[in-house]
């Protein structure tokens, strides 16, 4: 069993389309979504749509909360993109995606994705430092501590957890259980402007992940961005540009 995991698109269309044409040469069986859909990019509501169209199962991001809830005024900019339909899809989306594999034991079989960690779509679980850290205080400099870490996984038992959130690719095995992230398909913050996902594998014992990068027209992207009426827009094109934390 081939799955593809797509994660952080962040409303970035063209980074979604190369990915997508990408998996579609992989032939996978399934793709699954791990959240971070529509907030911080020039097209949210067509990433939604083409998510929707391929009947890809997606788990709720935090910044997907955040445009439910809208907090700032990109939030706010996002969610008056979407459609009323839209907005409930966003709304109904769960925490967690499970998958079996054929002839496996769920939960001890199963492929976990999420968007963090299975109890939180916030959570800041760091497995590894993070490639390209900015400062000491970014946070993500520190691998998070054991005990801190089993209490993010809730409990959850898989033979591989997957996330993304943190834009970088990581592993850990935090109290018997392991756990990955994938890279950001819309906005890679590990200094490869490349867009990124992932590909697990089932060889009938394990989930086996392995990381891809696909080249897409970053700076058309940034060109169209900055065009845009999108708050917070120069911000996201310096991270997209860069391919790194930006701070203004």
């Known amino acids: 069993m081939k799955i593809a995991i797509i994660s952080d698109m962040h409303g970035n269309l063209e980074a979604l389309q190369a990915v997508l044409k990408d998996i579609d040469a992989e032939q996978v069986d399934q793709i699954i979504c ?9 097209n949210p509501a067509e990433c939604l749509q083409l998510i ?24 706010c900019w996002v969610n008056d993109q979407l459609s009323a339909e839209a907005l409930e899809h966003l709304r109904a989306m769960s925490l967690h995606h499970r998958l079996t594999p054929p002839n496996g034991k769920s939960p001890q ?25 900015i400062t000491e205080t970014d946070g993500m400099t520190v691998p998070t501590p054991e005990a801190e870490a ?6 959850a038992v898989a033979n591989l957890i997957v996330y993304g959130h943190i834009h970088y690719t990581s592993y850990r095995v935090i109290g018997g259980q392991r756990v990955a992230s994938i890279g950001a398909v819309g906005l890679p913050l590990d200094g490869d402007q490349r867009a990124a996902y ?26 169209k961005m900055l065009a845009s009426e999108m708050p917070t827009k120069a911000r996201v094109a310096a991270m997209l540009k860069a391919a790194q934390w930006v701070r203004f």
Do not use: F
């Open 34 to 42: 791990g959240g971070d859909i529509v907030n911080k990019g020039a």
């Open 52 to 75: 929707r169209e391929r009947n890809i199962p997606s788990v709720m991001g935090n910044t997907d909360m955040d445009v439910l809830q809208r907090d700032e005024e990109i939030d």
């Open 150 to 155: 089993q209490e993010m996984l809730d409990g």
């Open 109 to 133: 079989d199963d492929l976990l994705v999420v968007h963090s960690t299975p109890r939180d779509c916030y959570d800041l679980l760091v497995c590894e430092p993070h490639p390209k850290p």
């Open 198 to 223: 992932g590909i697990a594998k089932w060889d009938g014992d394990m989930w086996n992940l392995t990381h891809k990068r696909v080249s897409y027209d970053v700076e058309g992207v940034i060109t």
